[in-house]
Nanobody
Framework: QVQLVESGGGLVQPGGSLRLSCVAS????????MSWYRQAPGKERELVAS????????NYASSMKGRLTISRDNAKNTVYLQLDSLEPEDTAVYYC?????????WGQGTQVTVSS
């Protein structure tokens, strides 16, 4: 079955950086676009970034553009999200997701907390 396991979150000071990872299994990773979403307390889940199957096309949320980088390693079935210049408003649970056969699969999420 499809599994997505995120890691790399934590507590970081404003201006700091984190690199999130999502390891996928249960499907042919290299054939699918992958996305990262985040959900802050009391807010709806929002798209942060997406990357196509071989990384030919990448999209970023305008609110975070210039402060994050999405990448993937198809040999490792892993998608990454580099977060830089973090702000307290970036505090959220970050999820990776894949849509396969019209079904969206989600990981359990990794908590990112930006605070001094």
């Amino acid at each position: 079955q499809v599994q997505l396991v995120e890691s790399g979150g934590g507590l970081v000071q404003p201006g700091g950086s984190l690199r999130l990872s999502c390891v996928a299994s249960g499907f042919t990773f290299s054939r699918y676009s992958m996305s990262w979403y985040r959900q802050a307390p009391g807010k709806e889940r929002e798209l942060v970034a997406s990357i196509t199957s071989i990384g030919a096309s990448i999209n970023y949320a305008s609110s975070m553009k210039g402060r994050l980088t999405i990448s993937r390693d198809n040999a490792k079935n892993t998608v990454y999200l580099q977060l830089d210049s973090l702000e307290p408003e970036d505090t959220a649970v970050y999820y990776c997701t894949v849509r396969r056969n019209s079904i969206a699969y989600w990981g359990q999420g990794t908590q990112v907390t930006v605070s001094s």
